[in-house]
């Protein structure tokens, strides 16, 4: 059974920092693009980030408001994947969910969610002083 599991939300003052994780059961983090996506109230779902991994090479991809900021990663020997977000801003603030597919990682990645087969069941980061 495919399974994901984020974790690593909280509350955070501006300029603050959170990493979120994203464990993945059921199936290994080769041949799928992991992409992580946020949804403010009243918005709607828009990608962040994203990771694949294909012949021994990571691609990964960022959206320009998070460029610089946010840093994706993953541990292959815990299933894995992490959002590091640096300098946290009040707009950052959203339900942050991770979903996988089998695809790469690269700038059309997260154009659409529905794309993605599999869905964790978010957490909430708020950036608020």
């Known amino acids: 059974q495919v399974q994901l599991v984020e974790s690593g939300g909280g509350l955070v003052q501006p300029g603050g920092s959170l990493r979120l994780s994203c464990a993945a059961s059921?199936?290994?983090?080769?041949?799928?693009?992991i992409g992580w996506f946020r949804q403010a109230p009243g918005k709607e779902r828009e990608g962040v980030s994203c990771?694949?991994?294909?012949?021994?090479?990571?691609?990964?991809y960022y959206v320009d408001s998070v460029k610089g900021r946010f840093s994706i990663s993953r541990d292959n020997a815990k299933n894995t994947v992490y959002l590091q977000m640096n300098m946290l801003k009040p707009e950052d603030t959203a339900v942050y969910y991770c979903?996988?597919?089998?695809?790469?990682?690269?700038?059309?990645?997260?154009?659409?969610?529905?794309?993605?087969?599999?869905w964790g069941q978010g957490t909430q980061v708020t950036v608020s002083s």
């Open positions: 979903a996988a597919t089998v695809d790469i990682c690269y700038s059309g990645s997260l154009s659409s969610a529905g794309w993605y087969r599999y």
């Open positions: 059921g199936f290994t983090l080769d041949y799928y693009v």
């Open positions: 990771i694949s991994s294909s012949d021994g090479s990571i691609s990964t």
